[in-house]
């Protein structure tokens, strides 16, 4: 990022920020990735929707697919990832993205194991207890009923 001097002839020098599409910077982004990259800096994860609506005050937008496709862009770029994926949270459609200016995000990842389908030996672990016990327990039922002469 390089600041410039933006106004000349006033008593205060005045300066602005270039932060990409210049001859001064290595960073070319399209107008709707400059938005999206901006929005995240701004006002932090945001789903593509949430994006779509705040983005467009400075690209325009027509739907959802755009975003998510400047989004891939930003993620897989050869000058290295400028967002990332979050792990999806309960209750949401979307997973939230997070730009990367300002280092790794803490909770991204783009495959949580537990949507990937990984299980590890605890959850075998406790799987098998789960069952052991659910036949433990129809087991006393069953043994319940015969008490009481109700099969």
Known sequence: MVIERAGYGSRVPKYQHVFCNTEFGSLKFTPLETAIICELLVRGPQTPGELRTRASRMSEVSDVSQVEAALQNLLSRPDGPFVTRLVREAGR???????????????????????????????????????KLVDRLVDEVSSLKKRLGEE
């Open 93 to 131: 459609r979307d997973s939230r993205y997070a730009q990367l200016f300002c280092g790794p995000v803490a909770d991204a990842t783009t495959e949580p194991a537990a949507a990937a389908g990984v299980r590890n030996d605890d959850d075998d672990d406790r799987l098998t207890r789960l069952e």
